[in-house]
């Protein structure tokens, strides 16, 4: 069943139904425009949100990124970041394959129903101009007749008539022979015409729209046909992204399943570790005999009956914290590479007790009954840090992982300089051999350049393995000190007051004080390059921020804390202590390796 036949009649009805279809794929087209815009502005959300919270910085700077939480979150950042170029490529799908391909042949289909609708408008016309011409033939042919007739009973009448004269009669017999004649030949041409109006009508509906009709019906079911595809693109884009939507989905999964709190944690070990040793227990003091200082090498001497007796050479002078004059603490010791040495206490270097009067004794024994941990910053380091080339600035187990790193980096990279100068020796072979390919003597400037720089890396690589040898012995000992410590039975309190130089002198101390004194050494009061008085209070030459958290627990020395604003008073001498005044008051000796300083 076609148009041309069921819908011979229906020529407005086919019209509005063409252009029906036409409107209903354009708004198709329109809809399917809007949606990529909103797949694209979709996607463009989701890349600005993924750009938000990614990491700034590289992976290989950033001490986050080890973390399989931190890698985690970033690879469900890249699968959504995946997933808004699937929204993407479907927008850019539909836009190539949907909205520009049916919008073109939305075109073409109206081109082609101006067409046939113009072509049946044009044969209507003839039609009805046929029909025009049959209906004058037939209302002359109706006026012809009428007149014969008329001109036939008018010369009849005549004939009739005996007053009429012959020539009257002749004359009226003319006219209604001419009469008849025409009605004759109206006759013949409205035959003719209806002959010709039945054909072309025929023709018409029978032929011509006919062929019309089904031309307009093959068109509507070709843009049938193309919206039904059209439709289907829809969702075509989608299933093709499926897949890959799939994927990132399931890499989400895969990612929130790969966080290992376990591997974390020791991450955070591997990364934050220093290296020291754990502070050792405090030793008891027994004040219940009379509060008198033990003789030692490091405090003034007591005589037997009490009363204290100050050494000297010429002068003598009272010395009691904080009403007298302060000691200044011994710098800590050095390494070999340049820094401090670990301290055994767990905020900063230890300083020697000189003297220490009961008050000083009491209050030192107050601060160090609750444990006290070691603050230290970032391995990213502080911005004032002096940055040292053997990293002894890092705590020792961070200086043992720098410098690992730094010897793999540089056996690399000797491993490429001698690949490269394998490789230059068999090109200048092979030149050799066939002087056609090359110049042997222009492989030599490169040959030399990869020599030398194989002699440097190797002093390198001997240099950081010193040094990575020195960090490692470090830790082993601290790491033995503090298992040492820990795993020993304590021991009971003592009946007499313990000598304050076994408690307090580092190890240096311990081997120096087993060597004799002399008479003059023994009667000169200890520490007499330190025992200056403070100034009176002076003008700061500049200012300092402490980098460190230190607790001034030993004489002359004063606590600050990480981050705290700090006057200078006096430059390091070269003993590895500076002097500094706090902002609330009080002033005294802190380690310089703990200070960003500032001179005015």
């Not at 502070?279 to 009379?290: A, I, L, R, T, W």
């Not at 000598?499 to 101390?509: A, C, F, K, L, V």
């Amino acid at each position: 069943m076609d148009w041309g036949t069921e819908l011979w009649d229906q020529f407005e009805v086919l019209e509005r139904h063409t252009q029906w279809g036409l409107d209903l794929l354009d708004k198709y087209v329109k809809f399917v425009k809007e949606r990529t815009e909103v797949e694209q502005a979709y996607a463009k959300q989701l890349r600005s949100l993924v750009k938000k919270y990614l990491p700034k910085r590289p992976a290989k700077d950033d001490p986050e990124s080890k973390f399989s939480q931190q890698q985690s979150f970033v690879q469900i950042l890249q699968e959504v970041n995946d997933f808004a170029g699937q929204r993407e490529l479907v927008a850019e799908n539909l836009g190539v394959r949907v909205c520009l391909e049916l919008a073109k042949y939305s075109q073409e289909m109206k081109q082609e129903r101006k067409m046939h609708f113009q072509e049946g408008r044009r044969a209507q016309q003839q039609l009805e101009s046929s029909f025009k011409q049959l209906e004058n033939s037939k209302r002359k042919f109706e006026r012809d007749c009428r007149e014969a007739e008329k001109a036939a009973q008018t010369a009849e009448r005549l004939d009739q008539d005996i007053n009429a004269t012959k020539a009257d009669v002749e004359k009226a017999k003319q006219q209604a022979h001419l009469r008849s004649h025409m009605a004759e030949e109206s006759k013949n041409e409205y035959a003719a015409q209806l002959q010709r109006f039945n054909r072309d009508q025929s023709h018409f509906y029978f032929s011509q729209m006919p062929q019309i009709f089904d031309k307009l019906q093959d068109m509507d079911e070709r843009r049938a046909t193309h919206l039904g595809a059209g439709y289907g693109l829809l969702s075509e884009a989608e299933l093709q992204v499926v897949p890959i939507i799939a994927k990132c989905l399931e890499g989400m999964k895969v990612a929130a399943d790969a966080v290992d709190a376990k591997n974390d944690s020791q991450v955070l070990i591997e990364l934050h570790k220093s290296g020291f040793a754990r502070p050792g227990d405090v030793e008891f003091e027994d004040f219940s005999q009379p509060m008198n200082r033990v003789p030692s090498d490091s405090s003034l001497g007591t005589p037997s009956d009490g009363r204290p007796e100050l050494r000297g050479s010429g002068r003598s002078r009272a010395k009691r914290w904080p009403f007298g004059k302060k000691n200044k603490p011994r710098p800590p010791p050095l390494s070999s590479l340049g820094g401090p040495l670990p301290s055994p206490l767990p905020n900063g270097p230890p300083s020697p007790r000189s003297g220490l009067d009961p008050l000083a004794i009491l209050s030192e024994i107050s601060k160090s009954v609750k444990p006290r941990l070691a603050s230290f910053r970032s391995l990213r380091g502080s911005r004032g840090t002096v940055v040292t080339e053997d990293f002894s600035h890092l705590p020792p187990e961070q200086q043992r992982k720098r410098l690992q790193q730094q010897l793999e980096e540089r056996n690399r990279e000797l491993q490429k300089e001698v690949d490269q100068r394998e490789a230059l020796k068999k090109m200048k072979d092979v030149y050799e051999k066939t002087p056609q390919m090359g110049d042997p003597a222009s492989l030599e400037p490169r040959i030399t350049e990869t020599l030398n720089n194989i002699e440097r890396l190797k002093l390198e690589v001997h240099k950081y393995e010193a040094w990575l040898a020195e960090a490692e012995s470090r830790v082993l000992s601290n790491r033995g000190d503090s298992l040492g410590r820990h795993t020993r039975p304590p021991e009971p309190p003592a009946s007499a007051p313990p000598d304050s130089s076994t408690n307090s002198r580092p190890q240096d101390d311990k081997e120096s004080s087993e060597e004799p004194l002399s008479e003059e050494g023994q009667d000169a009061p200890i520490y007499t390059e330190f025992d200056e008085d403070f100034e009176e209070p002076a003008s700061p030459i500049g200012h300092c921020v402490a980098i460190y958290h230190f607790e001034g627990s030993s004489e002359g020395t004063i606590s600050m804390a990480e981050g705290e604003d700090l006057s200078l008073m006096e430059e390091d001498k070269g003993d590895g202590w500076t002097r500094v005044r706090r902002k609330q008051g009080g002033e005294g000796y802190v380690p310089t390796s703990y200070l960003r300083v500032t001179l005015s």
